[in-house]
């Protein structure tokens, strides 16, 4: 009888137990909830940070996965010969993920599909291009000019800046910056990394490829496989009683598709955005069961599930699950000579590129070249005439216009334009911004790319002060030489069609030149004798048609060949084709270089020409 009492004492105790354990697990469920997340980032971002940035294993537990308190308890096996990485509670298999290095895809989290399965993947990628890049020359290649820079460019004081977002001056917020760039006029200027990373260290994209993706779709509409403005070919959404079956694929580049979505990362591990990238088989898949939290097109919001369901669209475009896998890097990256980008890609094989993209430094400022030349690249265009327009027209439904299609923007709100994300910055600056730190920002009127890749585990590294420094005239421009001021010491070389006067200023006079001589062509000029005094300044002007002849000399001063879309046409002079500029055209852009070397200030009333857009 003893036995039986206490046998029924011991059910009671531990009846009790699991019920006490049951009530603050159910209260605590969302703490219970991290555990598969976290085993998972730490899985996915350890065998990223080993086998494809080929980084000290140390180096990637302390930076890397420690920036949430919950990782010290999900303990990691790293597995060097089959290059895995598996991640368990406490390392008793309890929550257990793992992921797997495959040579052309990357990290994968393999989630419950087999190992076997994603290894047998028939993947067949290019090999990246250029073969050579130490004896090809910058930007498609890694062989740097050898003269030294503009005559307006300090490398002392331009250098200063990037040794300030390097310098760490509060200890418990560190900036952990891991590479920094500048490019100016297509050239790079200044370039830093911290130890342990070099030119060549694929990083981490974080939402940086987002952007990315965005050119990816630019290419598809190019080829007329895609068409932003159709409904988006979702196959969950296409019921016509389903009102998501109103949203296009421009919605979800936007952000304004009206999905229910909760975008955080470490502030809040139980995200919508945290399950889909750590715990999802089929990223995309899980994005398109979401609901409608609002009308499409009527309320913006951030989510990397648009760009997951978005990336899943170019894999149905393609068709082929070969050439998909093969298209980044045969239409974009080899292109433009991004030979270390990597897209990793889930386990049903869609790349994960809103977030999961890895490239060097370089790489990911020949991306940002990309953009700042209108989707050219040395003669060829890569992304259709028009895209990087779209891309950087503000989407109705953000706010003070700071998002595009894909790229966050400086616009400013469309009746107030001050009011921006950043007043002090230019508002043509558009940037891809990533998770941690990670920045491509572009900013054409000063034909600028500035990179800025990092680990900063607050995120406040200061990319706005950055940027500031870097476009601080006394740290970027440098000092002016005086003798560059006086641009009329040519100007009988200065050929001007038509009876106006061409108004110039240089160190703050305004100089009247009368044509010189007479084209026979009303208002169409063709630049001649500034080029020198430009030159002196280290700027020059560049055709965009290659293939017309240069009799001045233009190219000879190692000008660019694209200086912008729509800056001249072919005309005829003395029955031979040359490039012809009308000429509000040349006062516009004569005003604008001379805006941004510091030269003036000047009011629209100065000249009899309409103002130029800088001034309008």
């Known amino acids: 009888m003893k036995f039986f009492t206490k046998k029924r004492i011991w059910l009671g105790i531990v009846i009790l137990v699991l019920a006490?354990?049951?009530?603050?697990?159910?209260?605590?469920?969302e703490y219970?909830?991290?555990?598969?997340?976290?085993?998972?980032?730490?899985?996915?971002?350890?065998?990223?940070?080993?086998?494809?940035?080929g980084r000290e294993e140390a180096s990637v537990l302390s930076e890397d996965v420690a920036f949430h308190p919950l990782f010290k308890m999900l303990k990691p096996k790293i597995d060097y010969q089959e290059k895995s990485v598996t991640v368990s509670l406490w390392g008793l298999g309890l929550f257990k993920k793992k992921a797997i290095y495959h040579d052309q895809l990357g990290a994968i989290l393999i989630q419950n599909v087999p190992k076997d399965v994603i290894r047998g993947?028939?993947?067949?990628?290019?090999?990246?291009?250029?073969?050579?890049?130490?004896?090809?020359?910058?930007?498609?290649?890694?062989?740097?000019?050898?003269?030294?820079?503009?005559?307006?460019?300090?490398?002392?004081?331009?250098?200063?800046?990037?040794?300030?977002?390097?310098?760490?001056?509060?200890?418990?917020?560190?900036?952990?910056?891991?590479?920094a760039l500048v490019v100016y006029d297509g050239r790079i200027l200044a370039e830093q990394y911290a130890p342990g990373i070099t030119k060549d260290t694929r990083l981490i994209s974080w939402s940086v490829a987002k952007s990315i993706t965005s050119a990816l779709v630019g290419i598809l509409v190019g080829q007329g496989k895609l068409n932003i403005k159709d409904p988006a070919p979702v196959p969950e959404w296409q019921s016509p009683d389903d009102p998501r079956h109103a949203i296009t694929l421009d919605m979800l580049l936007r952000m304004s598709g009206g999905q229910e979505w909760y975008e955080a990362y470490a502030e809040h591990p139980v995200s919508d955005v945290n399950l889909m990238l750590f715990t999802k088989p089929d990223m995309a898949a899980f994005a398109a069961t979401k609901p409608l939290a609002f009308a499409p097109d009527t309320k913006w919001e951030y989510s990397t599930g648009a760009t997951m369901i978005v990336n899943r669209i170019i894999r149905q475009a393609i068709g082929n699950q070969e050439e998909y896998w093969a298209f980044p890097r045969r239409e974009l990256f080899n292109k433009i000579g991004m030979r270390s980008a990597v897209i990793e890609a889930d386990a049903s094989g869609t790349f994960t590129a809103g977030s999961g993209t890895y490239a060097c430094a370089r790489d990911y400022a020949r991306f940002g070249l990309l953009y700042l030349q209108d989707g050219l690249w040395q003669g060829e265009r890569i992304l259709p005439e028009g895209w990087v327009a779209y891309t950087t027209t503000p989407s109705r439904t953000s706010k003070m216009g700071n998002y595009g299609a894909q790229f966050w923007l400086n616009a400013g709100d469309p009746k107030e334009p001050t009011k921006r994300s950043y007043h002090k910055l230019p508002q043509d600056l558009i940037w891809a911004e990533g998770y941690q730190g990670q920045m491509i920002a572009i900013i054409p009127s000063r034909k600028l790319v500035v990179v800025r890749l990092g680990m900063t585990w607050d995120q406040a590294w200061g990319m706005a002060g950055f940027l500031e420094d870097v476009l601080t005239p006394d740290s970027f421009l440098g000092k002016r030489d005086d003798s560059a001021g006086h641009l009329s010491d040519d100007v009988d070389q200065?050929?001007?069609?038509?009876?106006?006067?061409?108004?110039?200023?240089?160190?703050?006079?305004?100089?009247?030149?009368?044509?010189?001589?007479?084209?026979?062509?009303?208002?169409?000029?063709?630049?001649?004798?500034?080029?020198?005094?430009?030159?002196?300044?280290?700027?020059?002007?560049?055709?965009?048609?290659?293939?017309?002849?240069?009799?001045?000399?233009?190219?000879?001063?190692?000008?660019?060949?694209?200086?912008?879309?729509?800056?001249?046409?072919?005309g005829k002079v003395d029955g031979s084709d040359f490039l012809v500029l009308g000429f509000d055209d040349l006062v516009h852009r004569l005003l604008d270089i001379l805006r941004r070397v510091d030269l003036f200030e000047l009011g629209p009333d100065d000249l009899d020409a309409p103002a130029p857009r800088f001034l309008s």
């Open 32 to 53: 219970i909830q991290q555990f598969p997340i976290g085993c998972g980032a730490k899985a996915e971002l350890l065998c990223s940070g080993i086998f494809v940035s």
């Open 20 to 29: 006490v354990a049951v009530y603050f697990g159910y209260r605590n469920r």
């Open 121 to 179: 993947w028939k993947v067949n990628i290019p090999a990246p291009e250029p073969a050579n890049p130490e004896m090809v020359p910058w930007p498609t290649g890694d062989l740097l000019p050898a003269d030294p820079p503009p005559g307006n460019v300090d490398p002392a004081k331009l250098k200063a800046a990037l040794d300030k977002v390097f310098a760490e001056s509060d200890a418990k917020h560190l900036k952990r910056t891991r590479a």
């Open 494 to 570: 200065l050929r001007v069609g038509g009876n106006h006067d061409l108004g110039v200023i240089g160190q703050g006079f305004l100089h009247h030149f009368q044509p010189s001589q007479q084209l026979g062509i009303a208002d169409e000029v063709l630049i001649g004798g500034l080029i020198d005094q430009f030159d002196g300044l280290g700027i020059s002007f560049g055709f965009e048609d290659p293939g017309l002849p240069d009799p001045l000399g233009f190219l000879d001063l190692g000008a660019p060949r694209a200086v912008g879309h729509g800056f001249g046409r072919r």
